[in-house]
């Protein structure tokens, strides 16, 4: 990944901001206005006392009791009207940079995605974000105003008295470069953290999505101890912070206990030698209470370093999601129409990465016509499911060209093509909501009748039916709540909904029975026959009666045909029929050689 620089993160980071930067842009000025004013009350505590020590009456107490009082009624309006601009601003921020971010992703393509892991972009969004809005707010707030506070004590302190203000100079500047060195050394610990802590969110994610198999293989000890590890690897890293840290408390004390010392000593000694014409009693309150103030100023400063640390690696990972470049983008002036499901793969070859070691798919010539139906097998490995991810566009080819009714796939807009492309993958995903909810991915604007009649298609309208609510019945999240043979049946109406140009099966009737998979095929005939339909299947009963076959082979292919030519040229194609089917081959072999024009397939159906 990317480590941009300071100025580039400041500069992504801030285009989220949009209608919060007048609010940002006050809240310093108000902050501003507030320190001003409570660093003149101690001055003016100071002409006071001095007045009462020279035995001023109660009409001066009142007016300077009067002044007092509207100075810090002002100062808290000031200082309340900047928590709240603080806040809005703040939240403000983070709501935009969720926003934003999640944008982003929804438009990266799959290569994008693989150069994140899911876990780290669910940190980035969530961790990271809430990192950079604590840390904005102290910025805008607490660092304008700790500074101010500081010089502002300073200043004063001189003014109320002179030379001996010189110790809050030097204090300040050993403190500030104490309170650096610190800052410093916990700078790369923290960048440290945030890696582990994607690493944590993996472990708990995986754990998660697989706890079904954690449990049947009794791996939960296992899964405590993974997860431990994890854990323990960010607790040592924030002991060894936090030990540094403390540090910070120290020589704040210590900071305080010098000027204390320093000032009360020679301020009192002033007071006392010149019987109160250098100094009066009230300067040297104002004295020890400037100092206090700058103190603090520095110690609340010390606390804004360690929050805008952490939060400056949270900033540059948000900065690498929101600089990150969509590898797939439409072109100029892309094509707003696919005219027809046709299929042409010209000397296309593909690489997940350039440092792969081999090709996944290597010299692929396919021309398919629309609304043919084409079978796809082959081993684990074979680079099925890349074929047919070039087709919609999931990745772009290495090599050669990939042509959708006659145009590269390059050349369309990506949503025409995705929309004409419609693909049930292997790992099907249903949603939280309702099974209406979840069709209408395909179609948001399906009608209840449409609906149904996808479902009895795909095979699913005589389960849902049973469900007390029907379609209304909710799916619980990742679809749980429901069968792997029903999930990938409403997967599959959710497909058909969409009345594709092009319609892709993933192995997305692996979970139904054969008698099931061969009715939803039968149906795709009456329903959408001119839709090209690619069926990828693991059993050769799921493709026999396609137009063509491919047979796939370590990322090239093997052989093209029909059933029945497979069946006497191809020796994968043969194996695998063979291991399939209970019945004996030779016998199926015979037939087929004396020309009786025996169908194999639907003598030989597989009773998996």
């Known amino acids: 990944m990317p480590d941009y620089s300071l100025r580039e993160v400041i500069s992504t980071l801030g285009q989220s901001l949009r209608e919060y930067r ?114 904005y707010m102290m910025l805008i707030r607490t660092a304008i105003r700790c500074p101010l506070m500081s010089v502002f004590s300073i200043v004063m302190a001189f003014v109320t008295g002179g030379p001996m203000a010189v110790i809050y100079v030097v204090v300040a500047l050993a403190l500030g470069y104490g309170i650096m060195r610190i800052i410093l050394v916990v700078m790369p ?100 209470t400037y100092g206090f103030s700058m103190l603090m100023s520095l110690m609340m400063l010390s606390m804004v370093f360690v929050m805008v640390t952490m939060a400056g690696e949270s900033s540059r990972r948000l900065c690498q999601v929101l600089r990150e470049e969509p590898d797939l983008k439409n072109p100029e002036s892309p094509l707003m129409e696919v005219p027809d499901g046709s299929i042409d793969f010209d000397h296309v070859s593909f690489e997940y990465s350039a440092k792969a070691d081999r090709m996944a798919l290597d010299g692929i010539d396919l021309h398919i016509k629309s609304g043919e139906v084409i079978g796809i097998i082959g081993g684990t490995g074979s680079s099925k499911s890349t074929l047919v991810q070039l087709i919609c566009r999931l990745y772009d080819t290495t090599e050669g060209t990939v042509r959708v009714g006659g145009h590269d796939v390059r050349s369309y807009d990506l949503d025409t093509l995705r929309n004409q492309v419609a693909m049930v993958l292997q790992r099907n995903v249903l949603f939280s ?21 996808a479902c009895r298609l795909a095979q699913a309208d005589e389960f849902v039916q049973r469900f007390p609510e029907k379609y209304d019945t909710y799916i619980e999240q990742g679809g749980t709540n429901v069968s792997g043979g029903q999930k990938q049946r409403l997967c599959i109406a959710r497909a058909l909904l969409k009345n594709p140009k092009i319609l892709i099966l993933d192995d997305s ?9 061969k009715l939803i095929r039968e149906g795709f005939k009456g329903f959408i026959p001119s839709t090209t339909k690619i069926i990828i299947a693991q059993r050769t009963s799921s493709v026999e009666d396609a137009d063509r076959i491919v047979v796939m082979r370590d990322g090239r292919i ?32 015979q037939a087929m050689s004396r020309g009786a024009g025996a169908d194999v397939s639907g003598k030989e159906t597989s009773h998996e």
């Open 22 to 135: 007048t609010t940002s842009i006050w809240t310093p000025f108000l902050v501003t206005c507030e320190t001003l004013i409570e660093c003149v009350i101690p001055f003016v505590t100071a002409l006071l006392l001095d007045q009462l020590a020279s035995g001023a009456g109660m009409g001066a107490v009142w007016s300077y009791a009067a002044a007092l009082i509207a100075l810090a009624l002002v100062s808290l309006a000031f200082g309340t009207a900047a928590g709240v601009t603080c806040s809005v601003a703040s939240t403000g921020l983070a709501r935009n940079l969720r926003h934003d971010v999640f944008g982003k992703i929804q438009g990266f393509s799959f290569s994008n995605i693989d150069r994140f892991s899911t876990s780290s972009l669910v940190t980035r969004l969530t961790t990271d974000v809430t990192n950079v809005q604590q840390a």
């Open 509 to 517: 009737t692996s979970a139904v029975d054969t008698k099931t998979d």
């Open 433 to 453: 909501g309702t099974i209406k909810d979840n069709l209408r991915w395909g179609n948001p604007d399906a009608t209840d009748e449409q609906i149904v009649e």
């Open 189 to 288: 610990v923290f960048r440290r953290i945030f890696r582990k802590y994607d690493r944590l969110n993996d472990s708990v994610e995986e754990n998660v999505s697989g706890i079904r198999v954690v449990k049947s293989y009794v791996r939960e000890d296992y899964e405590k101890d993974k997860f431990e590890a994890a854990s323990g690897a960010i607790y040592h890293d924030f002991v060894h912070v936090e030990r540094i840290l403390a540090w910070n408390q120290p020589l704040m004390t210590m900071a305080i206990d010098v000027i204390y010392a320093f000032v009360i000593y020679f301020g009192s000694r002033a007071i006392v030698s010149s019987a109160g014409r250098l100094m009066g009693v009230g300067q040297l309150s104002a004295l020890v």
């Open 558 to 589: 093997d052989a093209i045909g029909t059933h029945e030519e497979l069946l006497r040229t191809n020796d994968i194609y043969r194996e695998t029929y063979t291991t399939q089917n209970k019945q004996s081959h030779d016998k199926a072999m």
